[in-house]
């Protein structure tokens, strides 16, 4: 076999593979809703994470863990799982602290 032919096998069997592997362009764990994140953005300021732990004590009466935070310009979000059967919930906040909105993303009648 010629080197153009051993180069043709080649970029034929890494295009084959190429398409094996599946993007879902989630960061969250299997089973979490979409747009989840388990991963902390350090541009989240500690204002906007302490405005959201107040609006989730506010609504919630269980344990509550942070999981995960995006920054945004217009608004961050602050990602929590709730007491020991781990419900996600969401919330956004101004970079500032101001008007935090909290959001439960799990479904409701599921098992």
Known sequence: MNN?????????????????????GSMAPAGAPEGFRTTFDASVSDAAVSACQRAMAAEIGAPVQIVGSEFSQANSAVFFRVA???APWRCLVSNDGRGPE?????????A
Do not use: D, K, Y
Not at 5 to 23: K, Q, R, S
Not at 102 to 110: C, I, P, R, T
């Open 84 to 86: 020991s059967n781990g």
């Open 102 to 110: 909290v959001m439960f993303m799990g479904s409701e009648g599921s």
């Open 4 to 24: 153009l032919a051993l180069a043709t096998l080649g970029l034929t069997a890494m295009l084959a593979l190429a398409g094996c592997v599946e993007e879902t």
